[in-house]
C-alpha cells in the first residue's frame, strides 16, 4: 500500500513518515517565506495537519510533494497576513540553523559561507512576500515557471517579472551591503565597469 492510501487510512506512522520525508524542506521554505523560525514551524506543522486532515482531496502520490508545498505557502500567507513583517528580525541561531550541513574544509570556510548565507538571507528578507515567494519556490525549491504558476495561481508572466524584479533588488542589496562593509570603498568589480 503506497503511502497516500495508509494516509487516507488515516495511520499515524505514515504521516509522521511525510512529516520525517518533507518536513525540513517545508521549514527551510517557509523559513524563507517568513523570516521568523518559531512561525515558520507553525506554518509547516498547520501545513501538515491540514494535509492528514484533508488527503482524500490528493488523487495521485506523485502529486504529495507539491501539494504540501501549497498548502504551505498557503499557511505562510495566513501568517504574514496575521504579523508585520517589520516586527521580526531574525538571529544568530535561525541564520545558522538553516546553513549547509556539508561545507567544513576549515574554520575560515566555514565563518565566510555564515557570513555569506547570512548575507543572502537577509536580502531575501528585505523582500516584499510577493518577491520572496517566487524567489523561493525558483531558487531554492528549483521549480519551473509552469510549477509555479500552479502552486500559486498566479500567471506566469507575472512571475517572470517578479523573478526579474527580485534578482534586481536582491543585487542592489548585497552589492549595498558589500559597498557599506568596504567602508563606501567600491569593489573590485564595480571599479573594473
Not at 25 to 42: F, G, H, K
Not at 62 to 78: A, D, F, P
Not at 114 to 138: C, G, M, P
Not at 141 to 169: D, G, P
Request: net charge neutral.
Amino acid at each position: 500500500m503506497n503511502l497516500v492510501d495508509r494516509l487516507k487510512r488515516k495511520e499515524e506512522a505514515a504521516l509522521l513518515e511525510i512529516m520525517n520525508q518533507y518536513g525540513d524542506y517545508l521549514l527551510r521554505m517557509a523559513y524563507l517565506l517568513i523570516n521568523d523560525y518559531q512561525r515558520a514551524e507553525e506554518a509547516v506543522q498547520d501545513a501538515f495537519i491540514s494535509a492528514f486532515e484533508k488527503i482524500n482531496q490528493l488523487e495521485k502520490e506523485e502529486y504529495l510533494k507539491s501539494w504540501l508545498t501549497t498548502i504551505t505557502i498557503n499557511r505562510c500567507r495566513q501568517q504574514m497576513r496575521k504579523w508585520s513583517f517589520k516586527h521580526i528580525f531574525p538571529d544568530i541561531k535561525t541564520v545558522e540553523y538553516i546553513k549547509q550541513a556539508d561545507m567544513a574544509d576549515s574554520p575560515e570556510t566555514d565563518i565566510l559561507a555564515i557570513e555569506q548565507n547570512k548575507n543572502l538571507t537577509a536580502a531575501i528578507h528585505s523582500l516584499d512576500y510577493k518577491y520572496r515567494e517566487v524567489i523561493t519556490l525558483f531558487y531554492f525549491n528549483e521549480l519551473k515557471l509552469a510549477e509555479i504558476t500552479a502552486l500559486t495561481n498566479i500567471k506566469e508572466n507575472t512571475i517572470k517579472s517578479r523573478l526579474k524584479r527580485a534578482k534586481k533588488l536582491l543585487r542592489n542589496y548585497l552589492l549595498e551591503e558589500e559597498d557599506a562593509h568596504n567602508g563606501g570603498k567600491k569593489s573590485d568589480e564595480e571599479s573594473i565597469r
